[in-house]
């Protein structure tokens, strides 16, 4: 059996989606804070995710066998980071009509370092797989008794990714395991992975109080 992208990119980022599991577990979605933290550490990884160059579309190699496989539609770190930005600002404007308790704000300049460059492959194969992981959250969520949490929906509400998953992975099994392309995919989640994971860890450091994690 040869072995393809797919299999390398699970066996050398396993590790890496560990950390960023681990990183995440902590966050109460059904409390205010535990949702904005967690909020606000994907909007830290988004927003670096989306200052980084990516290919031209026409530079892009993607499996003709498979031409409605879309690189942008369904993983846009741009379009993800507007949604998380607005269900902060959702869950901060519930608060404030609700509650006398300022909203969550991190410390300034946390931050982690910026992604220069990412492979399109590699932010589809984070970010569909992140998809993936909060249509198991969104459950955890919608048991939160507060109207607040639940008014900030748009981003873990996101429609089902499987179609654009199961694409993604028929395009990794089909490239080889070996070669510059696959050494930079796998390299780019990696990093990735590092973004989300520092975010979320710099994020529970800069907050405080007892409802914040699980």
């Not at 901060?92 to 308790?101: F, G, K, L, W």
């Not at 089909?174 to 050494?183: L, M, R, S, V, Y």
Request: proline share 6%; net charge negative.
């Amino acid at each position: 059996m040869t072995w393809s992208l797919r299999e390398r990119l699970r066996q050398d980022g396993r590790q890496a989606h560990d950390r960023v599991d681990a990183a995440f577990a902590d966050f109460d979605l059904t409390q205010p804070e535990g949702l904005g933290g967690f909020l606000e550490a994907h909007a830290i990884a988004l927003d670096a995710m989306a200052l980084a160059r990516t290919p031209r579309d026409e530079d892009r190699e993607i499996d003709p066998r498979r031409p409605s496989y879309d690189y942008e539609a369904h993983s846009n770190p741009a379009e993800l980071r507007r949604l998380v930005h607005s269900d902060l600002a959702a869950l901060s404007d519930a608060r404030q009509r609700t509650s006398a308790c300022e909203p969550h704000t991190a410390k300034a300049g946390v931050r982690p370092n910026s992604l220069q460059e990412c492979h399109p492959i590699a932010s589809d194969y984070v970010l569909l797989g992140s998809r993936l992981g909060l249509q198991v959250l969104r459950r955890r969520w919608q048991a939160s008794p507060y109207p607040s949490v639940l008014a900030a929906a748009a981003y873990i509400s996101l429609p089902p990714v499987s179609r654009q998953w199961k694409a993604l992975c028929h395009l990794l099994a089909a490239k080889p395991a070996e070669g510059c392309e696959a050494d930079r995919v796998v390299a780019d989640a990696i990093h990735i992975f590092y973004l989300f994971e520092t975010a979320a860890t710099d994020v529970k450091s800069s907050i405080s109080g007892e409802r914040i994690f699980v």
